[in-house]
């Protein structure tokens, strides 16, 4: 049964900082690529961040740049959100994605349930 569990969501006053954590279960984790999202309730969801199955090669929105940093644990196999320097329009639900197996014809993708995040004094 495939699972992505997300936690490490909260409030938290503006110019803080969360660690948002995604652990994955019932499938291959190191051949897939991993991303968080975020949506605002009548808003499309975005993308925040996207790393590549080894962890080397990241990629961010801009809002995101200088601020947040994602990572990956194939060991243990989770994905890592650090955002720092928290604005109050990085309120959102935070969602983790997995895509793969990589260089597989049939591809899958995986949403975790989300995490809410709130930055507010």
């Not at 975020?38 to 993308?47: G, Y």
């Not at 995101?64 to 650090?82: E, P």
Request: hydrophobic share 30%; charged share 15%.
């Amino acid at each position: 049964q495939v699972q992505l569990v997300e936690s490490g969501g909260g409030l938290v006053v503006p110019g803080g900082s969360l660690r948002l954590s995604c652990l994955a279960s019932g499938f291959t984790f190191s051949t897939y690529t991993m991303s968080w999202y975020r949506q605002v309730p009548e808003r499309e969801r975005e993308l925040v961040a996207h790393i590549g199955t080894a962890g080397d090669s990241t990629n961010y929105e801009d809002f995101a740049k200088g601020r947040f940093t994602i990572s990956r644990d194939n060991t243990k196999n989770a994905v890592y959100l650090q955002m720092n320097s928290l604005k109050s329009e990085d309120t959102a639900v935070y969602y983790c994605k997995a895509v793969g197996p990589i260089d597989s014809v049939s591809v899958n993708t995986y949403w975790g349930q989300g995490t809410q995040v709130t930055v507010s004094s």
